[in-house]
């Protein structure tokens, strides 16, 4: 018997997490997608803290019109604005198990888009 789609989902998770470990130099910018939203926040894994946390649920998104890829995009692009406030320029990107396809290859390239290095 193969794989549950979750259990699938949480090795891939695991596999992606060995690799990218968000610095103070780097933090990561980790993406969990919902079915109807989507959420980006930078992490300082060295401290185990929140720099930064975005979602489409935020005041400022909520009331945007649009696709969901296109909710993404202006949530990346949030994500990268006030990272750049908080002072970080680059960051190593987590995609947490999703495929780099639609929302989160949405939500990246806005936040490339914004100026965020990864």
């Known amino acids: 018997m ?7 989902k ?3 998770r695991k ?12 933090p990561r910018l980790s993406i969990f997608r919902s079915n109807n939203e989507i959420y980006a ?4 894994d060295d ?6 946390a ?4 935020d005041k400022a998104l909520a009331k945007e019109k649009g696709s969901k890829s296109e909710i993404a ?3 990346g692009k949030a994500v990268a604005e006030k990272a750049k406030k908080a ?3 680059k960051v190593a990107f987590d995609r947490g198990g999703n495929l780099y396809h639609g929302r989160v290859k949405a939500l990246a390239e806005g936040a490339r888009e914004a100026g965020l290095e990864f």
Do not use: H, P, Y
């Open 2 to 8: 193969g794989l549950s789609k979750i259990q699938r």
């Open 10 to 12: 949480s090795r891939i």
């Open 15 to 26: 596999r992606i997490r060995k690799v990218s470990f968000g610095t103070e130099a780097r």
């Open 41 to 44: 926040q930078v992490i300082n």
């Open 47 to 52: 401290e185990g803290k929140t720099l930064v």
């Open 54 to 57: 975005v979602s489409s649920r």
């Open 73 to 75: 995009t202006l949530v």
């Open 87 to 89: 002072g970080i320029d």
